[in-house]
């Protein structure tokens, strides 16, 4: 299989805090795959803007330090590299950057900066003429802190944008199993007849990592996973298994959908929800000290069971769970299919129902577990097999060489496409949803072990219903 590159329009791309940890780790490697890749047309331009004095040279040799290895093409793609340094909350190095942007290609706006600078960088992109009319920026979590806070912020960004320039990131939507979600469910006839409260029993929704919070623990600490995690990536991941057939793969037409499974969400009672602490171990400290909080209780693990009140799915559990210093980083969702109405065999000792799992990361891929009879001659006996597709396997090298999510988003962005892209209204609705959870959560986190599963309090959360969570598994 041949991956198609479709070249985007030419643009000048300004990213604010253009030396910052996110533009490092994941804005510059992006840009510079995509360049390579022969994406990015060549008399296209990338803009650093910060606050440190320096030149354009200085900056490249940052930006190059930043790039995953040397290759052939970086040093073209570097000449394509710009720096104006600004203060975003004064007037210093505005004037140079309304001079070096160009006003004929498709002009984008990186904040990737705390969201208190968007307000003063909005402002000032519209005082000194510099954004037309169809600039597009892109904005990052932290989408506000609970509904109030993204409401203001959503008010702010729209007194000089409209909706339909500004492009949220949640990056897990740029993930290729997440946008499979749709491929799957939507292209194909065999799920969709079962995809309802009658045919499925539960859906188990994990996100599981390894990593602690040490080096980012401040910012983790007035967080917690169900900020971090929840409102925003589960949320999402939720929204693609729950929601209605859109009517079109259009960016309106699938968010409206999206909103419409947000809104159905019962509320979580308190005593659906389990939330963690990770305790030192092995790989290091406890999460107290990681949060450089003692008397924390903010939570590095969470898991929940909610429910949504329509026609489709009332009545058919949704547990989510997600944490820190876990046993694996792996991510999956597994959805478990009802038993036959009538059983015929006699012996079924091994009997479990269909489950359906995606995986999302790492070893991306979808398996379906049925049941068959064991081979050989001794009688009718069942066993449970996967039917495993590995999308690496399947598709070849473009299986195993996925595009980071970043590639994969900011490309959008060029394009002019914000279906990847939450809408204000979902924000804030996924926001009213969460904050009622949030108040109620004050109470201590459970600890748990590193490497384990979570606190115990989560895995009766599904005992006392008949069900277990799936092993967590790299
Ligand atoms: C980020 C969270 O949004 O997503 C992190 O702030 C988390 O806490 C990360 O580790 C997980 O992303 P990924 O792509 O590694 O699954």
């Known amino acids: 299989m041949v991956s198609r590159v479709i070249p985007v329009e030419p643009f000048d791309l300004v990213i604010f805090g253009a030396s910052g940890d996110l533009a490092r780790r994941k804005i510059w490697p992006a840009l510079w795959q995509r360049w390579q890749a022969g994406q990015i047309p060549p008399e296209s331009r990338v803009i650093g803007a910060a606050r440190a004095e320096q030149g354009p040279a200085e900056f490249r040799d940052w930006v190059r330090a930043a790039l995953p290895a040397a290759a052939e093409g970086t040093e073209a793609f570097l000449a394509r590299v710009d720096y104006v340094a600004l203060d975003a909350r004064g007037s210093a190095g505005w004037a140079a950057l309304a001079g070096a942007v160009r006003r004929d290609v498709v002009q984008a706006y990186y904040f990737s900066v705390a969201p208190d600078l968007f307000g003063a960088l909005a402002e000032r992109l519209h005082a000194h003429g510099i954004a037309g009319p169809d600039a597009r920026i892109v904005v990052e979590k932290p989408f506000g802190h609970d509904l109030q806070t993204a409401r203001a912020l959503n008010a702010t960004l729209a007194r000089h944008f409209e909706e339909r320039q500004i492009y949220r990131i949640d990056h897990y939507l740029g993930k290729e199993t997440v946008q499979n979600l749709m491929a799957v469910r939507f292209a194909n006839i065999l799920f969709e007849p079962l995809w309802n409260a009658r045919y499925v029993d539960h859906v188990q929704i994990t996100v599981a990592e390894t990593v602690g919070v040490g080096g980012r623990g401040a910012y983790y600490d007035g967080s917690g996973a169900l900020r971090d995690m929840v409102q925003n990536h589960m949320m999402q991941l939720l929204c693609l298994i729950a929601m209605e057939p859109p009517y079109h793969f259009d960016p309106d037409a699938v968010r409206d959908e999206k909103l419409k499974v947000i809104r159905?969400?019962?509320?979580?009672?308190?005593?659906?929800?389990?939330?963690?602490?990770?305790?030192?171990?092995?790989?290091?400290?406890?999460?107290?000290?990681?949060?450089?909080?003692?008397?924390?209780?903010?939570?590095?693990?969470?898991?929940l069971k909610c429910g949504i009140s329509n026609w489709r799915w009332k009545g058919t559990p949704f547990y989510l769970r997600t944490g820190k210093r876990l046993r694996a980083r792996a991510s999956e969702i597994a959805i478990t299919f009802r038993d036959p109405p009538h059983f015929i065999f006699d012996d079924a000792p091994g009997w479990r129902g269909n489950v359906l799992s995606i995986r999302l990361q790492p070893n991306e891929g979808m398996n379906l577990s049925v049941m068959i009879k064991e081979p050989g001659p001794g009688g009718m006996r069942l066993v449970q097999v996967p039917l495993d597709m590995s999308f690496a396997e399947a598709l070849g090298a473009e299986g195993t060489d996925m595009p980071d999510a970043y590639e994969r988003l900011i490309m959008d962005v060029m394009r002019g496409n914000q279906t990847l892209f939450m809408r204000g209204d979902e924000v804030e609705a996924a926001w009213a949803w969460i904050d009622p959870i949030l108040a109620a959560a004050t109470d201590a986190p459970a600890p748990y072990d590193q490497g384990s599963a979570g606190p115990d309090e989560a895995l009766a959360l599904l005992h006392r219903d008949g069900r277990r969570w799936r092993a967590i598994a790299p």
């Not at 092995?282 to 107290?288: Q, S, T, V």
């Open 264 to 303: 159905a969400l019962d509320p979580v009672r308190p005593s659906d929800i389990v939330r963690g602490q990770y305790r030192a171990g092995p790989e290091g400290p406890d999460y107290r000290s990681d949060a450089g909080n003692r008397r924390s209780v903010t939570e590095s693990f969470v898991a």
